[in-house]
């Protein structure tokens, strides 16, 4: 049974970053594109980056643009684990954070392309 487990949210200041977390368990983790989405409050779940699964030493990550350039997404394969360091945290950043995994080499940006979603954690940027 997949398993994903989000840590490192919490509450930042405006400006400041986070590193969020996803460990995986129950899947062999290299087969997996990887992905966070996060839905804030009277809100749709948004896709925010994706990251693809190794091919060698090899992976491809893809933003939304509110994020791009403040954002990056990495994976570390032999600790079953993607990471999202976020960086210039806005207001707007504020949401529930949710990992993905969908077996496959492809990442998309929508969210019934997932088969397996975390509980996320809760990112507050206070202004």
């Known amino acids: 049974q997949v398993q994903l487990v989000e840590s490192g949210g919490g509450l930042v200041q405006a400006g400041g970053s986070l590193r969020l977390s996803c460990a995986a368990s129950g899947l062999t983790f290299n087969n997996y594109a990887m992905a966070w989405f996060r839905q804030a409050p009277g809100k749709e779940r948004e896709f925010v980056a994706a990251?693809?699964?190794?091919?060698?030493?090899?992976?491809?990550?893809y933003y939304t643009d509110s994020v791009r350039g403040r954002c990056t997404i990495s994976r570390d394969n032999a600790k079953n684990t993607v990471y999202l360091r976020m960086g210039r945290l806005k207001a707007e950043d504020t949401a529930v954070y949710y990992c993905?995994?969908?077996?496959?080499?492809?990442?998309?940006?929508?969210?019934?392309?997932?088969?397996?979603w975390g509980q996320g954690t809760q990112v507050t940027v206070s202004s």
């Open positions: 990251i693809s699964r190794n091919s060698g030493s090899t992976n491809y990550a």
């Open positions: 993905a995994a969908r077996i496959g080499t492809y990442y998309y940006s929508a969210a019934d392309r997932y088969e397996n």
